[in-house]
């Protein structure tokens, strides 16, 4: 039945599809192939997310039954179960470690500057020159592809691009401790980007059954083979990272929809939100253990979220102008940065990084040195304040010791009773850095030279440090670097205004200056670097637990976007670009609309197969061109050549390792006429690995001479269109179904039939829904009774006619 059900395929493809040229014929009147577009140079493939409906997966999918199905969908869930658990408890691993090197560091720090500055700043400095080294160690010897953020790698991947070594189990690995290293040194980045990072290898390891390399696989979970399936356990794990890094499980499922997915579905959202929860209940668990205190210095820090709820209440019409300010300085700086960091990786990687992974080494251990310099000697050069009167009535200690979780930090001060503001978020971890600047009860804390310099400084560390060989986020950095100017600037609404009556209890003066302008600052730097929207409107809100800034926060990230947008792309596409990462954007560029498919592929030259063919051509095929997909053509009997498929070049060489399909006939067979040797999922590529390759496979003198037939192999339905369609419809069509190949072809010379909306309405037991039927049954209700009248009006007319 199944050989029947292709054969008539292959004959409907033979009378839709036009006629193409021999492979040595380099017309453009015949088929042409549009791929995605790769990078010989970088190592980049793509990946195939359309199913390949051949006969080995027909075969497959006819003896599956609804046990199976089912079986299927709850393996699915059952692993997202392990997505958000795994990711959670990596997320708990990494700031638990992050959080008890810092706090060892400080308070050692401390403990010695009590007798020597000098002495406190070198084991300062040692001990950060130790974590970034161990960091950039682990990721130039171990796992390269662990450094940066790994957030455009994973978005090239959702988007159909396969770069190899991203999803490694060694690149897990090297992304964790590479954090640890890296944020617990004290270097200007985060490790939020890294997290995401972090989900998505382990989403992809479940997915495949571990490592094989490691022996730390299992053959069990093995059912989620195909690009196709890897794809929507990835953007869990995506979804986990950021519900981790931020304890915000919408603002993961949102990122993972706005800015790494190209293909979106009910289901996915589904098994996504799931597992963005299990991470929520992960850490929320994980951090209700360690309020006892057996997780050492962790419990004051770790997760980004600062509960603000105390913050501003309202806000007046006249505070709009300086907040859409906000957003206009965030979309400038931004886009700034943007373009600084991208000028900084390109001569890294043009220059610097070609001298070998030492000099990576050396340039990191720099870096911390000159980021250890400055967050411990700028305080020194600051003057110490009083501790203010109104610090005793609102419960805060005034001063603490440095790294102690808390503001007014006494470094470097004559008496006890000083601080030093500069300190307070230089000298401090990150997250504990923007607690101070969001808090909601220290109005003067800081001066506005302290936060000009802190701001024109760590903008400078943030722009040399991203890009070196660690992993690397920006998503704090941003945060810091807004929240700094948003409080300059309420500290300026403050005094423009003249609202100075604190007593009186107006609700835009401390809490304001504190709190809502520093929030919106972050929220501006985040939308006009990043370019998120919606994800990050609901991140903010989710991590600072106040719903009543949610118009304000939306105001300045439309703001800063559209001023950004003016100027360059978003970072992450700015970093794809550099690492010759080929995204397919959601809009086709303008100048495609000018443009139409045969004009796309009139570069290429269409190596196309015959149905059968002997396995000497194919092996000569493959050496000589880098092709990852061929047209597949047979002849009529009246000697006309026609398409009647695709054929995969990974589904080539496991038919040539095997060997179990040559034959000694150049005719072709019938497919029913022997049993299907291969499972569908044999053709499968290792998820990023190149797979087989023609060099590894050895070929006698007598399997050169012998024959193997493709029909059953090939994709007898691919995605055609018409050569004259419009390069833009044709951008969306791929884009949008996640394609690999497209045939453009001359238009057919015939329709066979035309497909509408009833049509696809059909229940399982192959019946027309009962709308379908009730609709059709009207329509021809009414087109019977209005024949009737025209029969009975019929005679009447010949009378008059007559």
Request: proline fraction near 4%; charge should be neutral.
């Amino acid at each position: 039945m199944l050989s029947n059900h292709l054969q008539n395929g292959i004959e409907s493809d033979n009378l839709l599809w036009s006629r193409v040229p021999d492979s040595d014929d380099a017309s453009t009147d015949g088929v042409g192939l549009l791929s995605s577009p790769r990078d010989g140079g970088g190592g980049v493939d793509s990946l195939d997310y359309e199913v390949i409906e051949n006969y080995a997966y027909r075969e497959e999918q006819a003896h599956r039954g609804k046990l199976y199905v089912g079986y299927y969908v709850a393996v699915k869930w059952f692993f997202s179960l392990l997505i958000g658990i795994g990711t959670g408890l990596a997320a708990v691993f990494i700031n638990l470690s992050v959080e008890n090197f810092a706090g060892w560091k400080f308070a050692l720090t401390f403990a010695i500057i009590q007798k020597s500055y000098f002495a406190g700043f070198i084991v300062y400095l040692v001990i950060n020159l130790v974590l970034v080294f161990s960091s950039a160690y682990i990721i130039t010897q171990f796992a390269p592809a662990a450094a940066g953020s790994g957030i455009p790698e994973i978005k090239g991947y959702l988007n159909g691009i396969d770069i190899p070594g991203t999803l490694l189990f060694r690149t897990l690995i090297g992304k964790i401790f590479g954090s640890i290293g890296s944020v617990g040194g004290g270097l200007a980045l985060g490790k939020e980007g890294p997290l995401v990072h972090t989900g998505a290898c382990i989403a992809s390891l479940l997915g495949q059954g571990g490592s094989t390399k490691y022996h730390l696989n299992s053959r069990w979970p093995q059912l989620f083979k195909s690009d196709r399936d890897r794809r929507d356990l990835v953007t869990c794990g995506c979804a986990a990272g950021v519900a981790a890094a931020f304890r915000a499980p919408v603002g993961g499922v949102l990122f993972a929809l706005e800015e790494v997915t190209s293909w979106w579905r009910s289901q996915l959202m589904w098994r996504v939100f799931f597992t963005s929860a299990i991470v929520a209940v992960v850490v929320r668990t994980a951090m209700g253990w360690c309020k006892s205190g057996i997780c050492g210095h962790f419990g004051g820090g770790g997760f980004i979220i600062w509960d603000v709820s105390d913050g501003q209440d309202d806000y007046y019409f006249k505070e709009l102008l300086p907040m859409a300010v906000i957003g206009v300085i965030g979309g400038l700086l931004g886009a700034l940065f943007n373009q600084l960091t991208y000028y900084m990786t390109s001569w890294r990687r043009n220059y610097l990084h070609k001298k070998g992974n030492r000099v990576k080494i050396y340039e990191a251990c720099i870096i911390s040195c000159v980021t250890s310099a400055i967050s411990f000697g700028l305080p020194l050069l600051r003057k110490c304040s009083p501790c203010p009167e109104t610090v005793t009535d609102s419960g805060i200690e005034c001063p603490r010791p440095p790294g102690m979780y808390g503001n007014y930090v006494n470094f470097y001060c004559k008496t006890d009773n000083e601080y030093n503001d500069l300190a307070t978020i230089f000298f401090n971890t990150q997250d504990d850095a923007i607690r101070n600047l969001f808090s909601a009860k220290t109005m003067r804390e800081f001066s506005a030279q302290s936060l000009l310099t802190f701001l024109a400084m760590f903008y400078t560390l943030a722009v040399v440090t991203f890009g070196t060989a660690v992993p690397a986020g920006q998503f704090v950095p941003g945060i810091m670097i807004g929240s700094t100017y948003g409080r300059l600037v309420g500290m300026f609404v403050v005094r423009f205004y003249k609202k100075l009556n604190i007593e009186e209890g107006t609700p835009l003066i401390q809490k304001s200056l504190n709190l809502s302008y520093a929030l919106l600052g972050a929220a501006s730097f985040l939308g006009g670097s990043m370019r998120m929207t919606v994800s990050l409107c609901v991140i903010m809100v989710e991590i600072t637990n106040n719903l009543k800034l949610l118009p304000l926060i939306m105001l300045v990230l439309l703001v800063s976007k559209a001023v950004g947008d003016a100027f360059n792309e978003g970072l992450y596409e700015v970093q794809a670009r550099l690492k010759g990462i080929p995204l397919l954007e959601s809009r086709p560029k303008y100048h495609m609309r000018q443009m139409i498919a045969k004009e796309a592929c009139q570069s290429q030259k269409v190596i196309s197969l015959p149905r059968v063919i002997r396995v000497a051509d194919v092996a000569s095929i493959l050496r000589s061109n880098k092709h990852n997909g061929f047209p597949v053509i047979d002849h009529t009997r009246s000697g006309e050549t026609l398409v009647i498929g695709l054929v995969l070049r990974s589904h080539l060489l496991v038919l040539l390792q095997s060997k179990v399909d040559f034959q000694h006939s150049p005719l072709p067979c019938d497919p029913s006429a022997r049993p299907i040797r291969h499972r569908f999922s044999e053709f499968a590529k290792p998820v990023s690995s190149k797979g087989l390759c023609i060099e590894d496979i050895h070929l006698t003198s007598d399997d050169l001479e012998m024959y193997i037939d493709l029909a059953p192999f090939l994709n007898p339905s691919p995605y055609v269109v018409p050569e004259d369609m419009s390069l833009t419809k044709v951008y969306n069509l791929f884009r949008q179904l996640g394609l690999r190949h497209l045939f453009v072809v001359p238009r057919p010379s015939r329709v066979i039939g035309l497909i509408t909306r009833k049509d696809l309405l059909i229940e399982e037991n192959g019946e027309s829904s009962a709308v379908e039927l009730q609709q059709s049954t009207s329509v021809r209700g009414r087109y019977s009774e209005t024949a009737t009248r025209a029969d009975a009006a019929r005679p009447l007319l010949d009378d008059l006619l007559g």
